[in-house]
């Protein structure tokens, strides 16, 4: 991705993409401790606007603050500087990648006294886990990896070194011929996907694990907000894997898989193997909100 047109902001300015590289004795790159947001924009009929772009931001200041990284700048710039770049790149649709990390004046684990930095990219990405997959369904299976304990990992921060364990089970899953793995929490009680918030229907009820152990995911809570609008009832509890496998409908969400429906865990075909009603009611919502077609969210859009 480093061999390409375009411009990425870095520090406060635009530059080249070419030229947006680090050095190797960056201290993130050894240590893991950066925060990054995944964020999306849509052509709509009154031009591109990014998705909730506000909560984003938010979250991307609550993990900077989560590790005591002092970001040298405030949001509102954040929130122009994410507006220029898909601008500037003159994308109609695409994924922003703000990252804040910690730079090459020291090593050793201290990060005391080396710079904070920030930069935000910008390219088109369509959907995460394939068209195929938004319309028809995925398969999972749970992963032999745990997702955060509580008391090892800060969950409510959006962190880089996190996903290693989100690697890991991808990874699994991939190997074994799945499309996205399913973790579970250190209880044995289920918790997200690798990149995503899990949702399950049972009986015209919404159900999806309590934050505990996930991302507090701004897509999880777009979902809980238009289920709510729609009448339906949705419930944040603990879920067990047979739960799932029992469940009328699942589906994944999250800003890069959108509104993914699961149709197979773990060999057991959830509900009738395809898109349910209810996701798919919730799925034909929220395309018509990324793309300005629902009034009643339009506070969720900022037109670049
Ligand atoms: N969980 C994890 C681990 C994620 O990486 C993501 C993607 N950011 C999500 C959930 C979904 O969060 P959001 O809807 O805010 O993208």
């Not at 201290?110 to 990219?121: E, F, R, Y």
């Not at 609008?229 to 999250?254: P, Q, W």
Request: charged letters at 25%; one cysteine or more.
């Amino acid at each position: 991705m480093a061999d390409r047109d375009g411009k990425i902001w870095k520090d406060g300015a635009l530059i080249d993409w070419r030229d947006a590289t680090i050095h190797v004795l960056t201290h993130t790159l050894h240590y893991g401790m950066g925060v990054f947001e995944g964020v999306r924009a849509y052509q709509t009929p009154q031009g591109t606007a990014i998705f909730r772009l506000r909560e984003h931001t938010q979250r991307l200041f609550n993990s900077a603050k989560i590790f005591q990284m002092e970001v040298p700048f405030d949001q509102d710039t954040l929130f122009e500087a994410q507006r220029q770049v898909v601008r500037e790149n003159q994308l109609e649709s695409c994924y922003l990648r703000p990252l804040i990390w910690i730079g090459s004046e020291k090593l050793g684990v201290s990060a005391k006294g080396n710079k904070i930095h920030v930069a935000i990219a910008a390219w088109p990405w369509g959907a995460y886990l394939g068209e195929d997959g938004i319309n028809k369904g995925i398969r999972v299976k749970t992963s032999s990896f745990s997702r955060h304990h509580v008391n090892v990992s800060l969950v409510r921060a959006k962190a880089c070194g996190y996903y290693i364990n989100s690697i890991l089970a991808n990874q699994e899953a991939l190997a074994d011929g799945y499309d996205e793995a399913l973790l579970l929490d250190t209880d044995g009680y289920v918790s997200e996907g690798s990149g995503e918030n899990v949702f399950i229907v049972r009986n015209g009820k919404i159900y999806t694990p309590d934050l505990a152990s996930c991302l507090d995911g701004i897509t999880r809570d777009a979902v809980l907000t238009m289920a709510r609008d729609m009448g339906i009832e949705v419930i944040e509890k603990r879920i067990t894997r047979d739960e799932m496998y029992c469940s009328d409908e699942a589906f994944f969400t999250g800003t890069a898989a959108e509104i993914t429906p699961i149709r197979e865990l773990d060999h057991r075909i959830i509900g009738n193997g395809a898109r349910g009603p209810i996701t798919e009611k919730l799925q034909s919502l929220f395309f018509d909100v990324v793309s300005g077609k629902a009034p009643q969210y339009q506070h969720w859009l900022t037109l670049v």
